[in-house]
């Protein structure tokens, strides 16, 4: 299983890429091929709100931003703006 350092270089290697960033396709990067990924999610989330407190992305949920407090459902993650 990826560790949490894995995580996060794959979240900021990925939002690099693209302008935001599903965290399926993140834990998809990161398993191997016939492991389950799902698995991962709670991980990425985990990684996830340790780099929004850092101010490095902000969760997007139904194309606003969002608090990872208390969310629930499909979200994304994304540069803040004026972050590169």
Request: charged share 30%; no cysteine.
């Amino acid at each position: 299983m990826a560790v949490d350092t894995d995580i996060r270089s794959e979240i900021v290697k990925q939002m690099d890429e693209k302008t935001s960033v599903a965290p399926r396709d993140v834990a998809q990067a990161l398993t191997a091929d016939g492991e389950d990924w799902r698995k991962l999610l709670p991980h990425i989330r985990q990684q996830a709100v340790v780099l929004h407190s850092e101010e490095r992305l902000v969760f997007i949920r139904k194309r606003k931003i969002v608090s990872p407090e208390g969310l629930k459902g499909v979200y994304r993650l994304a540069r803040p703006l004026g972050v590169s």
